[in-house]
């Protein structure tokens, strides 16, 4: 069998937070992201997967500082045993957060990983959710960043879409990437013994 035609017991929603999805400063197709991302969640949840929301704790001033508008999920979470929000400081979801553990405790072998930034958050989630052993799936059509401005004497404006493929090539040939989401899997959580 394909492995990518295996389904996955957890999705990583990374960092889909109202400053960057909504205003002037929302990535570019926005509405595709926020669909394929509320898709995901759905099947995820109606699978019996966990469904972890990352939320980035921003600087003082910065769109997603705590508690302000832009910090706020796009995306309503149903909290419970199978679907939970971590905050994180740092690119890496896994960095000085419990996502390690929870994955762990919750006997997780493949992740879905989507939302934003593509080259920043996305990816350095993958990455370490893949150095860690996980099986991970990135789906093309659900994650996004914003275009790199031009760089006088060193490139013209990198359009958003090339960026993504990009943060998705440097993560190596481990990671499955899938073109659409609505071809990921999900399956329920492994039953723990008590």
């Not at 705590?66 to 796009?74: C, R, S, V």
């Not at 960043?145 to 760089?151: F, H």
């Not at 004497?153 to 090539?169: L, Y």
Request: net charge negative; charged share 20%.
């Amino acid at each position: 069998m394909d492995n990518r035609a295996l389904p996955a017991e957890a999705l990583l929603v990374v960092d889909v937070q109202k400053a960057a999805v909504r205003g002037d400063r929302a990535v570019p197709e926005t509405a595709r992201l926020l669909d394929r991302t509320a898709d995901l969640i759905a099947r995820a949840r109606r699978s019996g997967a966990l469904v972890v929301h990352i939320q980035n704790d921003g600087a003082a001033g910065a769109g997603d500082e705590p508690h302000t508008p832009g910090w706020e999920l796009h995306h309503p979470v149903e909290a419970g045993p199978t679907e939970v929000v971590i905050r994180k400081t740092e690119d890496n979801g896994f960095d000085g957060t419990s996502l390690g553990g929870l994955l762990t405790e919750s006997q997780v072998q493949a992740l879905v990983i989507c939302g934003v930034m593509s080259e920043m958050c996305v990816q350095a989630t993958a990455r370490a959710a893949l150095a860690l052993g996980y099986r991970v799936v990135m789906p093309h059509d659900a994650h996004a960043t914003q275009d790199i401005p031009a760089a006088p004497g060193i490139s013209d404006r990198i359009p958003a879409a090339t960026v993504s493929r990009v943060a998705e090539w440097a993560l190596g040939d481990e990671l499955e990437v899938t073109a659409h989401a609505a071809d990921v899997m999900f399956k329920a959580l492994p039953s723990r013994s008590c």
